[in-house]
């Protein structure tokens, strides 16, 4: 039996775990870790932007605008662009970045990449384009961008091991240029292989990271100067703005399309969609690369593939104990709300201080696993109920309903209640000169005149905490403390108010009965507290809960003793037993004491006490 429970308390999580496999190689998992990514990177560098502007990193963008174009014509003439260059290198620049296309340049641009060792001319290795035609290995650079399959620029290859001298970035080679060292991708390679991106890295779930590759922190656009060709070629461009600084040359017109989306762009409202220009990008890694090799670390750092797997099997792990170890599925759904809640504002706010974890996998993993199980919970819990009421075959609160989920394990074994001793308080009622009242309404009436009655008996008994065992015809057996027990004196006190409860409400249905010209319905009932043997009793087409002892006779027995000594519309008969066991009874309720009486089947007389009202 165990081994089975075990079996099908296993089968909802091996399905969620499959499901979550299959999760893992699906595509919208690495996109929604995206896109909550680009989420906190933009409102990380709102909160950072007051600090942004106050920084001055010595990089110049020099751009040729729609206005350039207008007034030069596409594409430059080299004879401008070779004046340029030679303006920028008179003011003192420390590097120049050429990001312009010149692989069939005229001699006067040859002549200039020549002459200038601080001049870096771009190629691009993935649309096969060389750099100036006799440009030296050490003046080139490639350009070519990371873009991610949506189109994004997020990442960024810093540097190509392993390679021909010319293979080299272009933010690297201009930071050789301009510090005038050569050893730079040698520190580079020195860093510790986490600080790099792997195939699982971060919330990519398939990456191709060859080379070395970090996070680019794709900063908002104005972050550098830009000044325009037109100004740099009239001589309007003060000498502070170049010296010493990296000079970056490309295009921000948007007409010839150099633009890429960032991070920012869909959170960014405007008349056109938000891009920026690749030559900006390019100032972004320079910066980028400065931070990385004065800090010795990105400035984002992602979780590697084996610690999103222990997270996610964590999240697993907690996700199982918060669908199973609270008592009830409420509390499970409150744990669960609270731990989402609480993961993904972690994991959004450690992405904000620069570490990206993936959160769709864990979050799936807490989410998928928990729900799967308070699912399985919730079927077992109502086909629990649905057990307990084909067991009990009674009527119970509530709340005895969660007692006995509760206590499930102890009180069913094989499908059935197993047989157990236990102190109860068992209350018997009948209706009195039913066969007259019969005699007076017809079948239909004579069944609703009789419910009105039992529903009142009803109510009282699972109201409080009891359960009704059995109809006996125009009468019920009703049981406190069986299947499950507060205390004997609390199940006795509990029958007591129940009985209370009939009696006060049966006078007041015997008023509307009296205006709607129907007998009105008078009751006996009678209560006895005492060790009863409970459990399920029949064969496994026939079951039912079984109340039985001596204790359940004598109850029966006050009910029926001295029919003709009944004063009111209800008399309430309990035994000495059960009146031990109460510490007071009402201010309105006195108990007057028949002695003791001998009853039918018993040979020890029982004390019996009459409850009776002394209120108007």
Known sequence: MNRQHLIRQAIPYAAATALLVGLQQSPLVETANLLVYDLAINLRNRSNDDEAKNLKWPITVVGINEADIKRYGWPLNDTLLCRALKQLDTLGASAIGLDLIRDQAKPCLQGEIQRNPRLISISNQLDGISAIPGAPARQQAFNDLVVDAD?????????????????????????????????????????????????????????????????????????????????LLEGEVLEEMIRGRVVLIGNVAPSLRDLFEIPHSRFISGSQFFEVSGVELHAQ???????????????????????????????????????????????????????????????????????????????????????????????????????????????????????????????????????????????????????????????????????????????AVTSRGGIVNKFTGDGMLAVFGAPVSKTPAVDACQAVAA????????????????????????????????????????????????????????????????????????????????????ETLPPHITGESWGKVRIKGRLEPLEVIELKSTAP
């Open 499 to 582: 009985a209370l409860t009939i009696q006060d409400k049966i006078s007041t249905l015997n008023e509307a009965l009296s205006r709607e010209g129907q007998p009105p319905l008078r009751m006996r009932i009678g209560i006895h507290s005492g060790p009863v043997l409970t459990g399920s009793l029949g064969s496994s087409r026939r079951l039912e809960y079984a109340v039985i002892g001596d204790t359940v006779n004598c109850a029966s027995r006050l009910e029926g003793l001295e029919k003709d000594r009944h004063e009111g519309m209800v008399r309430i008969l309990l035994s000495g037993e059960t009146q031990c066991l109460l």
């Open 285 to 459: 890694r320079l910066e980028a690369l400065q931070r990385l090799l004065q800090s010795r670390a990105p400035e984002i750092v992602t979780a590697q593939g084996w610690q999103r797997t222990l997270l996610l099997l964590v999240m697993m792990l907690v996700g199982g104990v918060i669908a199973e170890r609270p008592a009830r599925i409420r509390r499970s759904l409150v744990l669960l709300s609270a731990a989402t809640i609480l993961l993904v504002g972690t994991l959004f706010g450690l992405t904000l201080g620069g570490i990206w974890i993936g959160l769709t996998m864990p979050l799936s993993g807490l989410v998928v696993i928990s729900g799967s199980g308070i699912l399985r919970r919730g079927i077992q819990s109502q086909r629990h109920q649905q057990e307990m009421r084909r067991l009990l075959g009674q009527t119970s609160s509530p709340a005895v309903a969660q007692q006995l989920w509760d206590q499930r394990e102890d009180l069913i074994k094989d499908g059935r209640f197993t047989g157990r001793e236990q102190q109860v308080t068992v209350l018997f009622s009948d209706t009195c000169s039913f066969t007259s009242v019969s005699e007076q309404l017809n079948p239909s009436e004579l069944m609703q005149w009789l419910n009105r009655g039992m529903s009142i008996g009803v109510d």
């Open 151 to 231: 189109r994004v620029v997020r990442r960024d290859l810093i540097h190509v091991g392993g390679q021909e001298e010319t293979l080299r970035s272009l933010p690297l080679r201009l930071l050789e240029t301009a510090s005038q060292t050569r050893d730079l991708d040698s520190q580079l390679e020195q860093l510790k292989d986490h600080h790099w991106l792997r195939e699982q890295s971060g919330g990519y779930q398939s990456l191709d990271a060859a080379g070395y590759q970090a996070m680019l922190p794709v900063y908002p656009p104005g972050r550098y100067p830009v000044l325009d060709l037109s100004d």
